[in-house]
């Protein structure tokens, strides 16, 4: 059974024509999570409608419509199974969907597949998700250099991506051993499972070879509790559910919860996680836990659950080192854009800029710009949880977003508490 081999959550990323719904149909199809006579009929409709070509990432956008004809592969998660792991894909469809599922998504990835096509090498979008995934916390990235039929399989067109993306991962932090090349069509089936006569330049892993070779992320079960509510749901004959993912410590049944920035305490009653009872949860777990003494509208999305002894930190301002990615101008102290970080969204206000490199170097600056990297200090508009990033990595990273994009990134250094 899948369930037996330890778990991973992979998340596919890169721009948006790179072929992320090709390459997640491809995985799935060469896992063998789909019955023959599925596909036969995906190919048949997708060449009927003059899509031939798109037929796998056919197959990912017909699937919602096979659940609901009821074909009996569970593919609203897609997972896939490996030699070594068991996989949940976090789907990031859409551009703008994968930047708000990423940052407040369900379940932060442990590991990235980045689509960057051969044709083209890396685009500005390319660059975003980059950044992105850096700033979640992901720090294996496996980089699909994809489209390798549309460029006759030519190791030039292949180490000309390899060294654009490099750039990237460089800029960003990645280290070399954190980061993977392999070149792919997704298309054509060619180096995803089974090694490619017509790369025989090519050397290192298949793409399936490669997901094998990530590691499997740490546990901090040391740490107290951290639990981000994504949402609370009000049970009839239950009462009070709030939902989210374990990001540090545990939670079990009859410890009590204190709810940063609402302030409230509740009591673990259950705790349940696909269906099932636990008598535990740890890090990487999404659960649902009922709780006595708490009223549905007493804490919501963007809470903190932490230990009554070692409760959350609700912060007054945080020191932060950002970098900013995008912006139409300049960033000035009074920009007050929303802030993304875990399930939590608030509008933060740059209070001071106290560093500012450019090119490298440290510049005397009262305002930031693309391409600068800076020290500010940040103060929530209302209340809002912000560990350092050095304690709690997942509560002192976040993105920062205006006008429907994303600006900057950057990680908490230093919290002052309310």
Not at 30 to 39: G, K, L, R, S
Not at 200 to 217: I, Q
Not at 378 to 392: L, N
Request: proline content about 6%; some cysteine.
């Amino acid at each position: 059974m899948a369930s037996d081999k330890p778990h991973m959550n992979l998340v596919v990323i890169g721009h948006v024509d790179h072929g992320k719904s090709t390459l997640v149909g491809r995985l799935m199809l060469d896992t063998d999570q789909f019955p023959a006579h599925v596909i036969e009929q995906f190919k048949k409709e997708a060449t009927e409608k003059g899509k031939g070509s798109f037929f796998l990432a056919w197959v990912m956008d017909n699937l919602k419509e096979e659940r609901e004809r009821g074909v009996t592969i569970d593919v609203a998660h897609k997972k896939f199974d490996t030699d070594k792991y068991y996989f949940t894909i976090i789907d990031a469809p859409g551009h703008r969907d994968f930047v708000k599922n990423m940052i407040t998504g369900a379940s932060q990835a442990d590991a990235a597949i980045l689509t960057c096509s051969a044709i083209e090498g890396p685009q500005a979008q390319t660059k975003e998700h980059v950044f992105l995934s850096k700033t979640l916390g992901i720090d294996q990235l496996i980089v699909a250099v994809n489209k390798m039929d549309a460029v006759d399989y030519s190791e030039e067109k292949f180490n000309e991506a390899v060294e654009g993306v490099k750039k990237l991962t460089k800029l960003i932090g990645f280290k070399d051993d954190q980061v993977r090349f392999v070149p792919v069509s997704a298309f054509a089936g060619t180096n995803i499972k089974d090694k490619a006569p017509e790369m025989g330049w090519y050397s290192g892993p298949t793409l399936l070879e490669a997901v094998d070779m990530f590691d499997l992320p740490n546990k901090p079960t040391d740490k107290p509790l951290r639990l981000p509510v994504q949402d609370v749901y009000s049970i009839t004959g239950i009462g009070t559910v709030p939902v989210g993912k374990i990001e540090t410590g545990l939670l079990k049944p009859g410890m009590q919860v204190h709810f940063n920035p609402s302030n409230k305490i509740a009591e673990c009653k259950s705790i349940e996680m696909h269906h099932e009872m636990l008598d535990k949860a740890e890090p990487g777990d999404n659960v649902g836990f009922n709780c006595r003494g708490l009223g549905k509208n007493d804490i919501r999305r963007g809470d903190v659950g932490a230990p009554t002894d070692a409760p959350a930190t609700v912060a007054k301002t945080f020191t932060a080192q950002v970098i900013v990615l995008n912006h139409p101008s300049v960033i000035t102290v009074g920009y007050t854009p929303v802030f993304h970080a875990y399930t939590a969204q608030t509008a933060c206000q740059f209070e001071e800029i106290q560093k500012v490199i450019r090119g490298g170097k440290e510049v005397e600056n009262t305002f930031m710009k693309t391409g600068d990297q800076g020290v500010v200090k940040i103060r929530p508009t209302r209340p809002m949880v912000v560990e350092k990033a050095a304690d709690f990595p997942p509560l002192g990273r976040f993105a920062i977003r205006d006008m429907g994009q994303t600006v900057a990134v950057g990680v908490a250094v230093d919290v002052e508490a309310r």
